[in-house]
């Protein structure tokens, strides 16, 4: 069976760090483009960051620009999604996505057929 399982979300503090890891199981990621996507109440969602399937370029919403970094452990078969510095305006359901038709990973969810389940992250004093 071809799934994600998402965890790491969670209630932080603006300025905070969190940690949301995506393991996948039934398919090797690193043969995937994979992206992180959000989102938050009442908008659209969102595409956070990606990363091409060989791992050689990534790419960052300008909202999140140099506060968040996408990773990947190939021998875990996991990615990351490292969030540090938060803000209010961070908080939205979290999602990890791959997709196994193109190595060449955007922001736009076209293309991404496999999904996590979604994990909260709220960021609140």
């Known amino acids: 069976q071809l799934q994600l399982v998402e965890s790491g979300g969670g209630l932080v503090q603006p300025g905070g760090s969190l940690r949301l890891s995506c393991a996948a199981s039934?398919?090797?990621?690193?043969?995937?483009?994979i992206a992180w996507f959000r989102q938050a109440p009442g908008k659209g969602r969102e595409g956070v960051s990606c990363?091409?399937?060989?791992?050689?370029?990534?790419d960052y919403a300008d909202s999140v620009k140099d506060r968040f970094t996408i990773s990947r452990d190939t021998a875990r078969n996991t990615m990351y999604l490292q969030m540090d510095s938060l803000k209010p305006e961070d908080t939205a359901v979290y999602y990890c996505a791959a997709n196994p038709l193109d190595k060449i990973a955007t922001l736009n969810d076209f293309g991404y057929d496999y999904w996590g389940q979604g994990t909260q992250v709220t960021v609140s004093s």
């Open positions: 990363m091409n399937g060989d791992g050689g370029k990534t």
């Open positions: 039934g398919f090797t990621l690193n043969d995937y483009a």
